[in-house]
């Protein structure tokens, strides 16, 4: 299975200690350089734990394409969108609104944070979602109240 990864959705996991769970569940993760540099700009919970294994850097080879997209996107979500054409994804993980819906509108299958937790919990991998959600949370991760607690409600866990 083929799954590339924005920045926000390794940073997330990272600071609640479950970027495990992305090898749990996809074994191998491409991300384009432009999230591993944001990633090892910040210095943050995940600087270490992008270097593991199981991500894998890739550079992408349609520069246009990121351009185009470099309108309206940052660089790592224009990268990510443009190496999951290129590599013919099956999933694509990015979190923030705009990007996730051009990566849908360019035909990509494409999943948030919150999902991975969810598919997480259905196959066992963890017991709960809501201690890691809070500590996804109380790292800085912001995620509105009403989807917090829609979200908790669909899971079962509010």
Same mark, same amino acid.
């Given at each position: 299975?083929?799954?590339?990864?924005?920045?926000?959705?390794?940073? %997330? *996991? &990272?600071?609640?200690?479950?970027?495990? *769970?992305?090898?749990?569940?996809?074994?191998? /993760?491409? /991300?384009?350089?432009?999230?591993?540099?944001?990633?090892?700009?910040? @210095?943050?919970?995940?600087?270490?734990?992008?270097? &593991?294994?199981?991500?894998?850097?890739? %550079?992408?080879?349609?520069?246009?394409?990121?351009?185009? #997209? #470099?309108?309206?996107?940052?660089?790592?979500?224009?990268?990510? /969108?443009? *190496?999951? %054409?290129?590599?013919?994804?099956? $999933?694509?993980? $990015? =979190? =923030?609104? /705009?990007?996730?819906?051009? &990566?849908?509108?360019?035909?990509?299958?494409?999943?948030?944070?919150?999902? $991975?937790?969810?598919?997480?919990?259905?196959?066992?991998?963890?017991?709960? $979602?809501?201690?890691?959600? =809070? &500590? @996804?949370?109380?790292?800085?991760?912001?995620?509105?109240?009403?989807?917090?607690? @829609?979200?908790?409600?669909?899971?079962?866990?509010?």
């Amino acid at each position: 299975m083929k799954v590339v990864s924005n920045t926000t959705p390794i940073i %997330s *996991l &990272a600071s609640a200690g479950q970027i495990i *769970l992305l090898n749990k569940l996809f074994g191998e /993760i491409i /991300i384009p350089e432009a999230v591993y540099h944001e990633i090892k700009a910040k @210095m943050s919970y995940e600087y270490h734990e992008v270097d &593991a294994d199981f991500i894998k850097v890739q %550079s992408i080879q349609d520069i246009h394409y990121k351009d185009i #997209l #470099l309108n309206h996107l940052d660089a790592g979500e224009a990268e990510t /969108i443009v *190496l999951a %054409s290129e590599v013919n994804a099956d $999933i694509a993980i $990015i =979190d =923030d609104n /705009i990007g996730y819906q051009t &990566a849908k509108n360019n035909g990509l299958h494409v999943i948030r944070t919150l999902s $991975i937790l969810q598919l997480a919990k259905e196959k066992g991998m963890i017991p709960g $979602i809501k201690t890691i959600l =809070d &500590a @996804m949370i109380f790292k800085g991760r912001w995620y509105s109240k009403k989807t917090y607690e @829609m979200f908790l409600k669909r899971v079962g866990e509010l």
